[in-house]
């Protein structure tokens, strides 16, 4: 990989490595809802959990998802847009429940 294409993707894998995600609104939920260790237990869990989808990925996810594209193709999509909705919601009340 040349300089001229590696400084960019530093960058950007830099911002977003800074960017709050779910992982951090789910351990920031943990703390709040449960206190410093409960928030102590999930950050294991989430870094386990990144390796598992490192991992896959490095393996070939993208072979099984092209043997099953017609099934992903069918899968609903506002099932699934709602039940990331329906996480965040969740997310939203443990935390301001906790305030």
């Known amino acids: 990989m040349s300089l001229e294409t590696w400084i960019p993707f530093a960058f950007a894998t830099l911002a977003f ?11 920031s939920a943990r703390t709040l809802a449960y206190g410093h260790r409960a928030g102590l237990m999930a950050a294991p869990g989430v870094h386990l959990g990144c390796h598992v989808h490192i991992a896959a990925s490095t393996v070939g996810r993208h072979r099984v998802l092209r043997l099953l594209a017609g099934l992903v193709g069918r899968l609903p ?3 699934l847009e709602a039940g990331g909705i329906v996480l965040v919601g969740l997310s939203v009340a443990i935390m301001v429940r906790s305030v």
């Open 77 to 79: 999509r506002p099932g």
């Open 17 to 27: 490595a800074c960017m709050p995600g779910p992982a951090i609104l789910y351990m």
